[in-house]
Nanobody
Framework: EVQLVESGGGLVHPGGSLRLSCAAS????????MSWVRQAPGKGLEWISLIMAGGGTIRYADSVKGRFTISRDNAKNTLYLQMDSLKPEDTATYYC????????WGQGTQVTVSS
């Protein structure tokens, strides 16, 4: 059974940091490109970052470039998202998913940025 379990969300003040994790099982994580996707309240899904299987190719949406850092540990089957300089508009539920098919999704972790 494929499982993606996100964790690390929470409430943080503007300018603060959080580190999200996504623990993967049931598929070949080390061979899979992975993405982070978020959904703000009342809005659609927004792709924010991609990391290729080997970690050598990384992409970011303009909205998070320079503030967020995606990484992975294939030995631990875990994907990470380091989020710095958080803004209120980063408030959303954050999901990890396999790319490019996006047929495996986690349950999401809530990030709220508020003073």
């Amino acid at each position: 059974e494929v499982q993606l379990v996100e964790s690390g969300g929470g409430l943080v003040h503007p300018g603060g940091s959080l580190r999200l994790s996504c623990a993967a099982s049931g598929f070949s994580f080390s061979s899979s490109s992975m993405s982070w996707v978020r959904q703000a309240p009342g809005k659609g899904l927004e792709w924010i970052s991609l990391i290729m299987a080997g970690g050598g190719t990384i992409r970011y949406a303009d909205s998070v470039k320079g503030r967020f850092t995606i990484s992975r540990d294939n030995a631990k089957n875990t994907l990470y998202l380091q989020m710095d300089s958080l803004k209120p508009e980063d408030t959303a539920t954050y999901y990890c998913a396999n790319a490019p098919r996006y047929d495996y999704w986690g349950q999401g972790t809530q990030v709220t940025v508020s003073s």
